[in-house]
């Protein structure tokens, strides 16, 4: 007897836009509806308005944090002290159940992106692979051995310190930690620190500079404590950018100095640093993953 495989509600949670998508998987998506992201009460009733109207088997949720994903922890299911203005305290898993009475699975948005490359993607076969978004935030999805990296809490690779460029003095924009990465190079950042928003930028205007030094820093951090097998990035910010790709390839192949053995992983950049084999459907599908992991699938 054929096996049946769940069908899954993904809700993906972003600093803009949520996209809510019915399926299971990049070759089966049935339904899909975008809801702008404005206030928690109004947001969520949205999305629920969409889920109202879909049979599914389980719910994947993979959501902008930071997030409380300690199953034991009484605000479980929970973003906690986020960025976002008025989503602090967020109670998302219980609500969700409260409605459906489903398995709920749930994720950071970088996380579930990082699954999803695992499971369909560029990162397919991967043991240690990484997802890293640029938009309204910027947030890093570490996976080895098929799960997400997590001690106590998951991990905010996003807001790691890098070193400054020479003469850049801008204070950041995060309001936790100010020149962190997200305070620097996320869509807020960039239109706080240049007058524009980025898709208003020159396409190769002086201001990309800044932005790879800093991104590069952050990922020969990443590549010194993990060396994923591959590095995706997306996000809003780079979609519309991968000429930046060469840059980033070169600044961070410089950083790391031909050292050990990341000397070869520096020769092979090519394959290992580059855009979502997803594409813009990393973020969503890993809302489907993370359903899809929820059931055990």
């Not at 998302?92 to 409260?98: D, G, I, K, Q, Y």
Request: include cysteine.
């Amino acid at each position: 007897m054929a096996s049946t495989v769940s069908l899954i509600a993904g809700i993906e949670l972003g600093g803009t836009k949520c996209i809510a998508l019915l399926g299971t998987g990049p070759g089966d998506v049935r339904a899909q509806q975008v809801i702008p992201t404005t206030d928690p009460a109004t947001t969520l009733a949205a999305i629920e308005a969409v889920l109202d109207d879909w049979a599914f088997d389980a719910i994947g949720v993979a959501s902008f944090g930071p997030l409380q994903l300690g199953t034991g922890a009484p605000d479980y299911g929970a973003i906690t002290a986020t960025t976002k203005p008025g989503w602090s305290g967020t109670d998302l898993v219980r609500r969700l159940e409260a409605r459906y009475g489903k398995p709920i699975g749930f994720q950071t948005d970088v996380n579930g992106a990082a699954l999803a490359e695992g499971r369909w993607g560029a990162a397919r076969g991967m043991v240690t692979h990484a997802y890293l978004t640029i938009g309204t935030g910027v947030g890093v999805g570490l996976v080895a051995g098929g799960r997400p990296v997590q001690g106590v809490a998951h991990g905010e690779a996003g807001h790691m310190r890098v070193p400054r460029a020479a003469g850049d003095t801008y204070a950041g924009w995060c309001r936790f930690h100010g020149d962190c990465v997200e305070g620097l190079i996320s869509g807020p950042a960039l239109a706080e620190r240049f007058g524009c928003p980025g898709k208003e930028l020159p396409h190769d205007g002086p201001e990309w500079d800044l932005f790879v030094h800093d991104l590069s820093g952050l990922l020969h951090n990443l590549v010194t404590v993990a060396a994923p097998e591959r590095i995706a990035i997306g996000g809003g910010v780079i979609a519309a950018r991968e000429h930046l790709f060469l840059r980033l390839r070169a600044r961070l192949a410089e950083s790391l100095g031909g050292y050990g053995s990341l000397a070869g992983y520096a020769a092979e950049l090519d394959e290992r640093l580059g855009p979502p084999g997803l594409g813009p459907m990393a973020g969503p599908l890993g809302a489907l993953a993370v359903g899809l992991g929820a059931v055990g699938a």
